[in-house]
Each structure stands twice: as C-alpha cells, then as structure tokens.
C-alpha cells in the first residue's frame, strides 16, 4: 500500500496505471494479430514507447509524493530504452530483411539446380 | 484513494503479465527466428514494465533496480540475437 | 562544460538519488574519467548548435508519440473501418548529414510507433522507412522532412 489519500496525486496516478496497462496490452496483442513481421515490429514499440512513459511517470510520482521531494530515477528508464530502442529495432528489421533474401535466393538455386 | 491505486496497480500488473503471455505465444509460434527474437524483446519489456508496476504498488525502489536491470540485460541480449540472425557471428574478430 | 560529462553527472546523482556533496564529487570525477575514455574510443565529436531548439523539437516529438501509438493501437484492434491498410517501405530523401543528428532522427523513427528504420544509403542520401500505415507517401515525406529533420539540421549542422 502507498498510504497516498490526496486525490490530486491519486488520480492521475489511475489514469496513468490504467492508459500504460492499456497500451502495453494493444502493443502485445499487435504481436498476434498483425499479419507480417516487419508489421509486427510496430506493435511492439507500442509498449516500449507510451506504455512505458505512462508506467514511469506514475512511478515518478508515486515516489515523490511519498518522499515529500522530486524524485527522478525512474526517468532513467526511459531515457535509457528511448537510446536502445533503435540499435535492436535496425538489427532486426534488417536481420529480417537480410533472411528473407538468402532464403529467396536459396529458394531458386534449388530450383535451378534440381 | 490509496486503494484506488492499488487496484489500478493490479490491473496494470494483468494486462502487462497478459502482454507477456501474448509474447510467449509468439516465441513459441515463430515462424521465423526474428519473430521469436521479437517475441523475447516483447517479452523483457512487459516483464520489465510488471515489477515498476509492482513497485509502485508496494511503494518501494528496490523493483526499479531490478527493472533497471532487467532493461539493461534485455537490450544486450535482444541485440546479440538480432546480430547473430544478421550475421552469424555475435562478436567478429 | 562537454556535454556528455554533464549528461554523466545528473545520471550518477539520479541513480543514487541524491545531491550529498560526496557523491556530487564522485560523480564529478567518475564523469570526467570516462568521457576521457569515451574521447580516446570515438573521436568524432557532436557540435550543439542551437541547443535550445531541441525543446520544441522535444515537444513535437511526444505528441507525435501519442498520436502514433493511438493510430498503430486502432490498427491493431481493427478499428480503421473498411479502408484497407496499406504496409509498405518509403525511400524519403535526406538533407541531414551529421552522424548525430541522424542518430538522433533514428531514436525519434524508432520511438514513434508505425515508423521502422530500415536502413540509410552509404551516401547518406536516402533513408528507408517501414510504414505500418502508409495512406499517403507524400504526407510521410513531408513529416519526416518538416517536423523532425529541419530541426536537427538547425542544431547539429553550422
């Protein structure tokens, strides 16, 4: 339990839990639904964008009002993903792309070949 | 109002764990070997995004190292497997 | 005052959570120590410009998040009506050369959702971008242009 009773604090704080568990949610559920693999890297950066925002600013307001100060840590998350992010989402985009091609190409020599 | 945000806790708790069950379908379903990198990527980010969420609930900083941890250790893995689907190689001489 | 050695500082002192005059020192010299370090590995180094054009550039950057991750999100759940979603590569032409603000415009790609990074040309000319939702080549173009790469050409190149 918080201890938080200020509904100035509280219910943001709802509105925040409710939006980032929500988009995280769609995010994943795109991972199912969406037909292609390049269509299905879309989704996922649902969750790792607003999802998260939302879940680390209702963190950082949790935690300041419960110490009485501005506590920021959490924000290192954030921008901690936000500098990752592109490294893994370039690799795999092109580790798909580059998969695809050899399979095609091996795909006619075989056909070539038999 | 506290326990307004205990069940709002929980809630995001669920949908983040379901966000994780959707990924595990996707590991295991592939078709393809990115599609189960992706899936493991889905699958820290959501894991990562339940313990903040825990953490807020239970009001301690102890989760956010663990999540900081996990954000860390996801991202280097995720990028190894990207590489090696890249180039077979994770480290080249 | 580089940059990074600053960047440095405010994280060590976010990530112990504090502003005690000891760890203020710490983070200081751990901070020079490795941007020391950092200099020896990379020696391309960024010119800031107009630094404080980033803001509004920031502020561009996070409503066009929300909207995405609202359009990418009514996509998934199918509720787009009857109109058929197209997915598609777009090569957009690129004026920004500064290996920064490319990386910069690569972090901004990859947070908006619906925009994937796919690859740059070797000559830096062209950028390819996948597009969950691409209705209209020339609106993305001129995203791409107006809203994200005229800002980072005014902060990271003279």
């Not at chain 2, 109002?1 to 205990?6: A, C, F, G, K, P």
């Not at chain 3, 509720?79 to 690129?94: A, E, K, Q």
């Not at chain 3, 603000?101 to 690569?106: C, H, N, R, T």
């Amino acid at each position: 339990m918080t201890g938080i009773e200020s509904p100035w604090v509280a219910v943001p704080v709802v509105l925040l839990l409710v939006a980032g568990g929500l988009l995280t949610l769609v995010g994943s559920l795109g991972l199912v639904r969406l037909p292609s693999f390049q269509a299905r890297m879309h989704g996922v950066s649902m969750g790792s964008t607003l999802g998260l925002g939302c879940i680390i600013i209702a963190s950082v307001v949790v935690s300041s009002a419960m110490a009485q100060r501005f506590v920021p840590h959490a924000l290192l998350i954030t921008v901690f993903v936000v500098i990752t992010a592109p490294a893994t989402a370039i690799m795999l985009m092109r580790a798909s792309l580059y998969r695809a091609r050899a399979k095609s190409a091996a795909g006619r020599g075989a056909e070539t070949e038999g | 109002m506290s326990r307004l945000i205990d069940y709002a806790a929980w809630f995001a708790a669920a949908c983040a764990g379901l966000g994780m069950l959707l990924a595990t379908w996707r590991v295991i379903r592939g078709p393809a070997a990115q599609d189960r990198v992706l899936g493991l990527d889905t699958l820290y980010v959501n894991g990562m995004l339940t313990l903040l969420v825990l953490g807020i609930r239970a009001g301690s900083g102890v989760y956010f190292e663990v999540a900081l941890l996990i954000a860390l250790f996801g991202f280097v893995g995720s990028v190894a497997l990207a590489k090696f689907l890249l180039r077979g190689e994770v480290i080249e001489p | 005052m580089p940059v990074l050695t600053v960047a440095l500082v405010a994280m060590w002192l976010a990530l112990n959570d504090t502003v005690a005059p000891g760890q203020v020192l710490l983070g200081i010299v751990l901070a020079m120590v490795l941007t020391w370090w950092a200099a020896r590995l990379r020696p391309l180094r960024p010119r800031l410009r107009r630094l404080q054009l980033g803001f509004g550039l920031l502020a561009v950057v996070f409503v066009d998040i929300v909207r995405s991750n609202l359009a990418v999100g009514r996509i998934i759940l199918g509720l787009v009506g009857r109109r058929r979603v197209r997915t598609d590569f777009l090569d957009i032409p690129l004026d920004l050369q500064d290996a920064h603000g490319l990386a910069v415009l690569a972090m901004i790609v990859t947070s908006t959702p619906g925009t994937v990074w796919v690859g740059l040309a070797t000559d830096r000319r062209t950028l390819t971008l996948h597009i969950l939702d691409l209705d209209d080549e020339q609106k993305w173009v001129r995203i791409i242009k107006d809203r994200y790469e005229r800002p980072l050409i005014d902060i990271f190149q003279p």
